[in-house]
């Protein structure tokens, strides 16, 4: 089986700096997933990462090690407009093209 | 974004009667899912679909069944709706190339009372 694990609740002051853990533990690694869901709305794909190291997309970078079977997602000069959930999500080797999701962290930024 | 719609966007109905949601897409994918999202699990894979008229089951298929007949519909039935199934439902499209993102629609609201 797999297990994707994420905090539940975080909040931060806006134009702070936040990083958001997931670990996992799945047969094989064949990439992971960021994803952004506002409240009421669908999700959105943030970031992929596959191999180690640190990518980044102007306020948002992602990390990955793939030994540690961690993950973090780093939101920079926060906004109001961050306060949503963020989803983890892993591929799995062996073919999958099915990722499974954390249960993700609900992200308050407050002024 | 993937052009991908869902409908009803809401709907309420009561126990035992069955409910068929709707999902379109427009990018040609081969792959569709369907997930519930619950507090406190996420979002969990109900059926999935490789191509017209292959499906496959998820984690949580008991109570669903699904059907594709067209590579742009994925169609999700809720054979006899119980309170349990009570959710927010998501469909989702894309490729199996393993960097490329799943593509959401907006999700249904549906509530069985």
């Known amino acids: 089986g797999q297990n994707i694990d994420q905090p539940t609740e975080m909040t931060a002051t806006e134009g702070a700096i936040v990083q958001i853990n997931c670990t996992y533990q799945?047969?094989?690694?064949?990439?992971l997933f960021w994803y952004q869901q506002h409240a009421g709305e669908a999700p959105t794909f943030l970031s992929y990462n596959v191999l180690d190291g640190l990518e980044e997309k102007g306020r948002f970078s992602s990390f990955l090690s793939r030994s540690k079977g961690y993950s973090y997602l780093l939101l920079k000069e926060l906004q109001m407009k961050d306060s949503a959930s963020y989803l983890c999500a892993v591929r799995a080797s062996g073919g999958s093209y099915i990722p499974t999701f954390g249960r993700g962290t609900s992200l308050i930024v407050h002024p | 974004d993937a052009g991908i719609t869902q409908s009803p966007r809401h709907k309420v109905t009561e126990t035992g009667t069955p409910v068929t949601l709707r999902c379109h897409q427009t990018e040609n994918h081969r792959y569709m899912y369907w997930y519930r999202q619950d507090p406190g699990h996420g979002l969990r894979l109900i059926h999935y679909s490789y191509g017209v008229k292959d499906t496959d089951k998820g984690e949580v298929s008991d109570g669903y069944s699904v059907s594709r007949s067209k590579t742009e519909d994925f169609l999700l039935t809720l054979e006899s709706a119980t309170s349990s199934q009570t959710s927010v439902y998501f469909c989702?499209?894309?490729?199996?190339?393993?960097?490329?993102?799943?593509?959401f629609g907006d999700g249904t609201r549906l509530s069985i009372l």
């Open positions: 989702a499209s894309g490729t199996a190339d393993s960097n490329q993102p799943q593509h």
């Open positions: 799945t047969s094989g690694f064949n990439g």
